[in-house]
């Protein structure tokens, strides 16, 4: 599949601005995404060499996650619920930052799917074949997020 078989990203996840990191979805099925993310030497993240530092992968890890979720919402004729990143227990970066300019290949795969709305992804980042991270992450979609979120701020 080309990116233009898919929406642009700013139709599949609801980043925007500075805090979108995730360019286009290349592949999408039921239980794995890929998708692609360059690296702006003039970006928020950038050091000093103009490179992402590699603890920003679990975003791009994140953004990709979310946007599988809509897109098999999308395909069931809805629309995904908004979700948050719990966590990991397990990121673990080969390099210490992305290379200005570098153009990364991130992969997820759904291996838990709860119906409260649990879930986890294995997930990695490459860049021309060579892995720079890989994670399980978890993420969780409350049925009332609003709640969820009220309940979060107060604890």
């Known amino acids: 599949m080309n990116d233009t078989t898919f929406p642009p990203i700013e139709a599949i996840i609801p980043h925007r601005g500075t805090m979108l990191l995730v360019d286009a979805v290349t592949a999408c099925s039921d239980d794995t995404l890929s998708a692609r993310a360059t690296v702006r030497p ?3 993240y950038a050091d000093t060499n103009g490179a992402m530092p590699a603890w920003i992968g679990i975003e791009l890890m994140a953004q990709s996650v979310a946007a599988h979720v809509s897109l098999v919402a999308m395909r069931a004729g809805g629309r995904a619920r908004p979700g948050v990143l719990l966590g990991t227990r397990s990121y673990q970066a080969h390099v210490s930052a992305f290379a200005p300019g570098a153009r990364l290949s991130i992969g997820v795969r759904e291996v838990l799917r709860g119906e409260e709305g649990h879930g986890a992804y ?6 021309d074949g060579e892995r720079y991270a890989d994670a399980v992450i978890k993420v969780f979609q409350p049925h009332d997020f609003p709640t969820f979120i009220e309940r979060s701020m107060s604890a």
Do not use: G, L, P, Q
């Open 42 to 44: 003039d970006a928020w």
């Open 122 to 127: 294995e997930c990695t980042i490459e860049h």
